[in-house]
């Protein structure tokens, strides 16, 4: 057994030194797809057994999985999460679209966001779908405006802000009350009043947060999820009826640094605090994004160069911040190995092409400089948040599904790009 063994049949692994892929030689799997590096590989089969572990967590319990299709919006990805079950939490009216077109029932989708356009408003009350979760006072007046213009009541879910701090980067925090998400305790009222005001045209149907994400554990899950709960049984003993409560998602994965509860203990635990709270009878909705796609993605980019002055050595890629923003963005920290061997004890600073300094992905021991390198855990927040920056175009994605290519996305290519700049 070589350093770093490991055995998987789903996700990543190591075989003889080299890393697999659902079971494969990840470099066979690169060779068979016919791409160029960076290119995104995803096993479909991890995704589907994630979701399907998750829902069996809830036994007979009404809920709903709503997969955070931010996450990764890929087609082949939303057709694998609907056909094991799970619905979608969307931020936009193009996701929303995405969820419809990938045969997803409108009464698994929620949209969420804080500034949705009047169109966006519009389309969610044409599908009928789940609930639109309101962040605001203002936002409730102006859906119930646009549900009067086409005649229709729209069915709303209450985002509320709960004021809990979670330890996780400022950026991916949203349930303190400094941040924009959500209706914030001194404005519950307000919105109450104004649900009272527009009850024509606006239908309660449920009480809804999200605390934030890369939660290792569900401490503070349960404490967001603990405000939920007094919320919605205030409002039940106002008379109004209610189909769910909407805990949000944010359940952590480990990149490497530190292990994360699985979300079945997550729905355990919430399943738990309904119990507790007496609320068991209505449908318990969880947004997982991050910890279903998250393991399950790596991204594969050739070495171009290495370059070393003094005791400096930097190993180069064709694989930059464009393709994966989340170390520059956040700080995050990716697990960046040798493709065909184990990792080494040299250490190299790793960097991209692209012209910003930002573009460095961190040092890491690979040992001797190989030819491609794999980032791991790169499933979530990578190729969804990818540009064409510097005039590099997106990556590929090839999905591998028991071990075999079932699709590849192959890149648009420069030249798609060259043409939309130049008849610009």
């Given at each position: 057994?070589?350093?770093?063994?490991?055995?998987?049949?789903?996700?990543?692994?190591?075989?003889?030194?080299?890393?697999?892929?659902?079971?494969?030689?990840?470099?066979?799997?690169?060779?068979?797809?016919?791409?160029?590096?960076?290119?995104?590989?995803?096993?479909?089969?991890?995704?589907?057994?994630?979701?399907?572990?998750?829902?069996?967590?809830?036994?007979?319990?009404?809920?709903?999985?709503?997969?955070?299709?931010?996450?990764?919006?890929?087609?082949?990805?939303?057709?694998?999460?609907?056909?094991?079950?799970?619905?979608?939490?969307?931020?936009?009216?193009?996701?929303?679209?995405?969820?419809?077109?990938?045969?997803?029932?409108?009464?698994?989708?929620?949209?969420?966001?804080?500034?949705?356009?009047?169109?966006?408003?519009?389309?969610?009350?044409?599908?009928?779908?789940?609930?639109?979760?309101?962040?605001?006072?203002?936002e409730l007046s102006r859906v119930?405006?646009?549900?009067?213009?086409?005649?229709?009541?729209?069915?709303?879910?209450?985002?509320?802000?709960?004021?809990?701090?979670?330890?996780?980067?400022?950026?991916?925090?949203?349930?303190?009350?400094?941040?924009?998400?959500?209706?914030?305790?001194?404005?519950?009222?307000?919105?109450?009043?104004?649900?009272?005001?527009?009850?024509?045209?606006?239908?309660?149907?449920?009480?809804?947060?999200?605390?934030?994400?890369?939660?290792?554990?569900?401490?503070?899950?349960?404490?967001?999820?603990?405000?939920?709960?007094?919320?919605?049984?205030?409002v039940l003993s106002l008379g109004?009826?209610?189909?769910?409560?909407?805990?949000?998602?944010?359940?952590?994965?480990?990149?490497?640094?530190?292990?994360?509860?699985?979300?079945?203990?997550?729905?355990?635990?919430?399943?738990?605090?309904?119990?507790?709270?007496?609320?068991?009878?209505?449908?318990?909705?969880?947004?997982?994004?991050?910890?279903?796609?998250?393991?399950?993605?790596?991204?594969?980019?050739?070495?171009?160069?290495?370059?070393?002055?003094?005791?400096?050595?930097?190993?180069?890629?064709?694989?930059?911040?464009?393709?994966?923003?989340?170390?520059?963005?956040?700080?995050?920290?990716?697990?960046?190995?040798?493709?065909?061997?184990?990792?080494?004890?040299?250490?190299?600073?790793?960097?991209?092409?692209?012209?910003?300094?930002?573009?460095?992905?961190?040092?890491?021991?690979?040992?001797?400089?190989?030819?491609?390198?794999?980032?791991?855990?790169?499933?979530?927040?990578?190729?969804?948040?990818?540009?064409?920056?510097?005039?590099?175009?997106?990556?590929?994605?090839?999905?591998?599904?028991?071990?075999?290519?079932?699709?590849?996305?192959?890149?648009?290519?420069?030249?798609?790009?060259?043409?939309?700049?130049?008849?610009?």
């Amino acid at each position: 057994m070589y350093p770093h063994e490991t055995s998987a049949s789903l996700g990543f692994g190591r075989s003889n030194g080299r890393a697999t892929w659902g079971g494969q030689p990840l470099g066979d799997l690169l060779a068979r797809a016919g791409v160029p590096t960076p290119a995104y590989f995803y096993d479909l089969a991890a995704i589907r057994a994630r979701v399907v572990d998750l829902d069996r967590a809830f036994g007979s319990a009404r809920h709903l999985i709503a997969y955070a299709v931010k996450a990764n919006s890929a087609g082949s990805i939303v057709r694998t999460v609907q056909e094991a079950g799970a619905g979608i939490d969307a931020v936009s009216g193009g996701e929303l679209l995405l969820a419809r077109r990938s045969d997803v029932a409108p009464r698994k989708i929620l949209l969420s966001g804080v500034a949705k356009r009047d169109d966006e408003i519009d389309l969610a009350l044409s599908e009928d779908i789940l609930a639109i979760q309101v962040e605001s006072v203002v936002e409730l007046s102006r859906v119930a405006a646009r549900a009067s213009a086409v005649g229709k009541r729209a069915r709303v879910s209450m985002r509320i802000n709960p004021d809990v701090e979670i330890d996780s980067h400022a950026h991916i925090a949203t349930g303190h009350d400094a941040a924009k998400f959500g209706v914030a305790r001194r404005d519950w009222a307000g919105a109450f009043a104004e649900l009272q005001a527009h009850a024509s045209r606006l239908q309660l149907v449920g009480i809804s947060t999200h605390v934030g994400s890369m939660l290792r554990k569900p401490d503070a899950y349960l404490s967001s999820a603990d405000v939920v709960c007094d919320v919605a049984l205030d409002v039940l003993s106002l008379g109004h009826a209610l189909e769910y409560v909407d805990f949000g998602g944010g359940f952590g994965i480990d990149y490497g640094d530190a292990p994360a509860a699985p979300p079945r203990e997550f729905a355990r635990a919430a399943l738990g605090m309904l119990q507790t709270r007496g609320l068991a009878d209505l449908m318990l909705v969880v947004e997982p994004g991050r910890s279903i796609v998250g393991p399950f993605g790596a991204l594969v980019s050739r070495v171009v160069q290495h370059k070393t002055s003094g005791t400096r050595s930097w190993v180069m890629l064709d694989a930059g911040m464009n393709d994966l923003l989340r170390p520059a963005l956040y700080g995050a920290r990716h697990r960046i190995e040798p493709l065909d061997n184990p990792p080494g004890t040299a250490e190299h600073q790793i960097v991209g092409p692209v012209c910003e300094s930002a573009d460095d992905f961190g040092t890491f021991a690979l040992g001797d400089v190989p030819q491609y390198v794999v980032f791991r855990d790169a499933g979530a927040y990578s190729f969804s948040m990818a540009s064409e920056y510097n005039a590099r175009p997106l990556p590929a994605e090839v999905f591998v599904d028991g071990g075999e290519i079932v699709r590849v996305n192959p890149s648009p290519g420069v030249e798609s790009w060259l043409e939309r700049r130049l008849r610009s």
